[in-house]
């Protein structure tokens, strides 16, 4: 393990050659911006390298040569930026491999052909532009499917957060005229975008550079940082193992440090010239084994120690003119090594001592050399610059590096020549009110201290009880400049001399109303019930020995305690059982369901619209505004599905079911028939209607069963109608949601085939009840409902408003809410003279839609004058607030096959679908007549009608035997055996009367199914 470290650049040493039995490498949390090719030379056996969390900001095949057997790649949290086709060159034998959380903005095709056996590929969390260079990229992640998660666009901006592999082919895109870069994405050097790159040479003059630029490629042989800011040697030169010249010139550099151009071995040329170097370690070339030229021209140099070029014996060229040279004896091996080899093409010159000024360092004889006398200390201070002794008031200087140093200031002085005095009572060392008193000679203190103490910080306080006054035993208290007597009992006074009462006013000591008591030895207190102690100061806790029981909690007193019962307990001490709770204090009912306990069993009495043993589910809802719908999100395998739903209206027109977005597919009512729509995008849309009208108020069944593009229709077990579209276009996909009653405002259907009046004004106005899908009845309380979609069917079915929308729930009953300037019962008389003068719809009575809400855990809030919505309680959700909130915890071990799972106190069961029993909803209720008595209500002409009084039938309900699903005899379906016909009077809206014959079932049971 090698994570967690400072590492910066893995090196090709071969660090990893005969460890055999090496399976694992962890290099995570460091550093690491390179990877020399051939680092990882030798780890053959490895198979899991991990490089999480550092700094790669590029990846390349020759990082990994040598891990011919790695099968797990992880690259997470780094700074890649683009993938190409020799990123993962030899590395055939990779299963996982992870890059989430880098910068990829584009991968280039190929880029994974290196990996055959890549089996998990994680690339979440990267900024992917979108663009038509990622084109090929969806259909790669669609075809292979080994992608985890869903990697998403972040550009441009028409794409993001969408999943990648979702994205059209023909939404890659790039913008007309643009420029594609690729370069930066190809395989090939890097090179800092402040210089230019030619193979192996890069060169970064004058641009201001206080810092070697970042993508310095590893190769460079030849760099040229001429003309930059530069003020030392840049450390990270050290790294750079191939160069061979280096040219530092005309930069700021005023000092050099030994080892400065450690493990450069291969250096052949160093320029350094026109810097502003004073000295020179003696170790500062040290490791330069290969350098044959060195350049220090125009510096400020007076002085090379004997011994600097020991480590460059090949060094044939030294470049030192325009220096200050200080010719005495030290220079002498100087000139005598210049000689020997005219390794200084003589141009450097003398500039002292006296008589050597302006001589060439080349050809002046050796025995001008000479030592007279003490060296300049201004020559001296190059190398040394404590010699000019720049510390003040006795400071001591240390000498750093070559060219700088600190002062070590004396007490009393501070600043960076300790030439500052410093102030000794500036941090008011004298405590307890001293006065600090300030010597300026010797930079020290003293303290002036207050009456009663003493001390160097007058932190010491004078016990005053060395000599003390106090009588009869009594014990002294040290002050500040005095002190007092603790008396013992029955003495008083300043210093106790007085013998007295203890238990007189002001001296007794006994709280909460206890008696006390003077004796001989003192006082003593008698403490009244519920108080302990010497002073009675102590509540004793009469709960210790308590009596509650069943749980209670008790609660101590001030003269006893009591016991706080357990819900449902009573008596003193709790010790009265409840009596056992009756059926409907356990019965779940929901949604405001009153209990009915009958035989000791609790039944559920349904409101409107629900049913289910706990009148659970929502199966009707009542269409009462123009522009209201329900919203199924979640529809399994539609549109290959079978929808069975029962209608009631007394309108013509109005959405049924809607589904699709570019090809969409709507059921509807057209002129008091079926009519369903399918456009799979091959104008025109095929249409199909049903023969049977099904607006005359009672309610119909409307069985659709639709595969790929054919759709099948009946209306009441009567002779389907087949639409088969021979479209070229997939169908529908199921993604869209699936529109009841009605659609928003903001759905447009896009087929040209549907008709305008499947428009948001013609929405369904009536009743919808038991929606099957695929076998499954709808729960609306799990769907998105707009206001205006109200639980039931029963209110509005008896009150027609013919310019105007019904209210059911009002303190009144169902009222009608009419459009502007008309009014009466039915909205059916206008206003003469127009509107008021508010201009605001008229109502026929005035109601709070919230005097009847349905919200069974939430409040009602108003929207407006019709509608309402309900803020659930926390811990519920739901339209009607009727559903508790999942807490994570599923059942388990208990499958419902025709319902739900629900956990009760009494552990888990399952809540069945209308039509099945069971304790696992496996058996299904046998085909039956369910009565009904209602009034029927048909539309005649403009007018509206209902039987003057209600009559009964039977609707057929439940399941046939098994043998349909056995495959053996014709299918058996539950329907109508006997009906009758019976001639009903109705009354009209209008004041009118008809007679009519009406056919309703009066037995059902198990047929053929037609």
């Not at 003059?205 to 530069?230: I, M, W």
């Amino acid at each position: 393990r090698l994570n967690n470290n400072d590492l910066s650049t893995l090196e090709a040493t071969g660090a990893f050659k005969g460890l055999s039995q090496l399976r694992k490498i962890n290099l995570s949390n460091n550093k690491i911006s390179e990877i020399e090719d051939g680092a990882f030379e030798g780890a053959s056996s490895v198979v899991e390298l991990h490089l999480t969390a550092n700094h790669l900001e590029s990846v390349r095949g020759g990082m990994f040569r040598g891990m011919e057997g790695l099968r797990m790649l992880m690259l997470r949290n780094n700074r890649i930026s683009c993938i190409h086709n020799s990123s993962f060159t030899g590395l055939t034998n990779v299963r996982l491999l992870s890059l989430y959380d880098n910068q990829l903005s584009t991968i280039l095709p190929g880029a994974f052909d290196s990996l055959p056996h890549l089996s998990t590929l994680n690339l979440l969390a990267n900024p992917f532009i979108c663009d038509c260079r990622l084109s090929w990229f969806g259909a790669w992640l669609r075809s292979r499917r080994i992608v985890t998660g869903n990697p998403r666009c972040q550009g441009p901006v028409f794409l993001r957060e969408i999943p990648l592999q979702d994205v059209a082919v023909p939404d890659f895109r790039c913008e007309a005229g643009s420029v594609l870069d690729d370069s930066r994405c190809a395989p090939g050097l890097q090179c800092p975008s402040q210089c230019t790159c030619m193979d192996t040479v890069v060169r970064c003059s004058n641009k201001h550079l206080q810092a070697l630029p970042r993508g310095l490629p590893r190769n460079v042989t030849e760099l040229y940082l001429d003309g930059n800011q530069f003020t030392s040697i840049p450390k990270e030169l050290a790294t750079f193992k191939h160069l061979q010249l280096i040219d530092l010139s005309n930069n700021k550099i005023s000092s050099l440090s030994n080892n400065s151009f450690s493990n450069m071995s291969q250096l052949t040329t160093l320029i350094l010239s026109y810097n502003s170097l004073r000295c020179i370690p003696l170790l500062a070339l040290a490791g330069l084994h290969s350098l044959r030229l060195l350049s220090l021209h125009g510096n400020d140099i007076s002085d090379l120690q004997q011994g600097i070029f020991s480590d460059v014996a090949f060094l044939s060229h030294l470049a030192i003119g325009a220096n200050p040279l200080y010719c005495d004896c030290r220079l002498l091996w100087l000139s005598d090594w210049v000689k020997s080899g005219y390794k200084e093409p003589g141009i450097a010159r003398c500039a002292g001592p006296r008589g050597m000024e302006g001589k060439l360092l080349l050809t002046t004889p050796a025995d001008k050399f000479q030592c007279q006398g003490p060296v300049e200390a201004s020559v001296q201070a190059k190398c040394n610059p404590c010699v000019s002794s720049p510390c003040h008031n006795q400071g001591v200087c240390q000498v750093h590096h070559t060219h700088q140093y600190t002062c070590g200031c004396k007490s009393g002085f501070t600043g960076k020549l300790c030439e500052t005095p410093v102030d000794a009572c500036a941090s008011n060392p004298c405590t307890n009110g001293g006065s600090c008193l300030s010597d300026e000679q010797t930079g020290g203190f003293s303290c002036a201290c207050a009456y009663g103490f003493h001390g160097t910080f007058c932190e010491v306080n004078v016990d005053d009880c060395e000599d003390n006054g106090c009588d009869n035993g009594a014990t002294c208290v040290d002050g500040v400049g005095n002190y007092s007597c603790l008396c013992p009992p029955n003495y008083t006074g300043p210093f106790c001399e007085e013998e007295g009462d203890p238990c007189s006013p002001g001296r007794n000591l006994c709280q909460h109303q206890s008696t006390c008591i003077s004796g001989a030895t003192g006082s003593r207190c008698v403490c009244i019930p519920g108080w302990v102690g010497p002073d009675c100061s102590i509540d004793y806790n009469e709960c210790v020995d308590h009596r509650c029981q069943n749980g209670a909690q008790c609660v101590d007193h001030l003269d006893g305690y009591s016991c706080l019962c357990p819900q449902g307990f009573s008596g003193e001490y709790c010790e009265v059982v409840p009596p056992p709770p009756s059926p409907c204090q356990l019965a779940p009912c929901q949604n405001g369901a009153p209990c009915d306990e009958k035989q000791g069993t609790a039944v559920c009495q349904c409101p409107p619209g629900f049913e289910g043993q706990s009148c659970e589910k929502l199966v009707s809802v009542n269409f009462v505004d123009r522009d209201s719908y329900v919203q199924l999100q979640d529809v399994k395998n539609w549109p290959q599905s079978n929808i069975t739903l029962q209608v009631s209206t007394a309108e013509e027109n109005g959405i049924l079911l809607y589904n699709g977005d570019d090809e969409p597919f709507a059921v509807e009512l057209h002129q008091g028939r079926v009519r369903v729509t399918f456009d799979p995008g091959n104008l025109p849309a095929t249409t199909i209607y049903s023969s049977e009208t099904v607006n005359d108020g009672d309610f119909h069944t409307v069985e659709l069963v639709t595969f790929d593009r054919m759709v099948n229709l009946s209306v009441d077990g009567g002779e389907p109608t087949t639409l088969d579209n021979q479209g070229h276009s997939q169908p529908v996909t199921g993604e869209a949601p699936l529109y009841v009653g009605g659609l928003p405002e903001e759905v447009i259907p896009a087929s040209r085939g549907l008709s305008s009046q499947t428009l948001n004004l013609s929405s369904f106005h009536g009743c919808i009840r038991n929606l099957y899908i695929n076998h499954e009845l709808q729960d609306f309380t799990r769907s998105h409902m707009k206001p205006g979609v109200v639980p039931g069917c029963q209110p509005c079915q008896k009150l027609h408003c013919l310019h105007g929308i019904c209210q059911p729930n009002t303190a009144q009953g169902p009222q009608c809410h009419c459009q502007p300037g008309w009014t009466g019962r039915h909205c059916n008389q206008p206003i003469t003279g127009g509107l008021g003068e508010s201009g605001i719809v008229t109502m026929a009575t005035r109601v709070n839609p919230c005097e009847s809400n349905k919200c069974v855990r939430g409040v009602c809030v108003m929207v407006d004058a019709q509608t309402y919505r309900c803020n659930c309680e926390r811990g519920y959700q739901g339209t009607l607030c009727n559903l508790q909130e999942d807490p994570g915890v599923s059942c388990q071990g208990l499958t419902c096959l025709h319902g739900r799972c629900e956990k009760t106190e009494d552990g888990d069961r399952c809540v069945c679908e209308q039509g099945y029993t069971g304790d696992s909803c496996d058996i299904a209720s046998p085909c039956r007549g369910e009565p009904f008595r209602d009034h029927h209500r048909l539309q005649h002409g403009t007018v509206f009608c209902q039987t003057s009084k209600p009559f009964s039938w039977v609707e057929c309900r439940g399941q046939c035997t098994a043998e349909t699903k056995l495959g053996v005899g014709p299918p058996s379906c539950c329907a109508p055996l006997r009906v009758r016909r019976r001639r009903l009077t109705f009354e009209c809206d209008d004041g009118t009367s008809l007679t009519q014959d009406v056919e309703k079932p009066v037995e059902c049971g198990c047929k053929e199914c037609v």
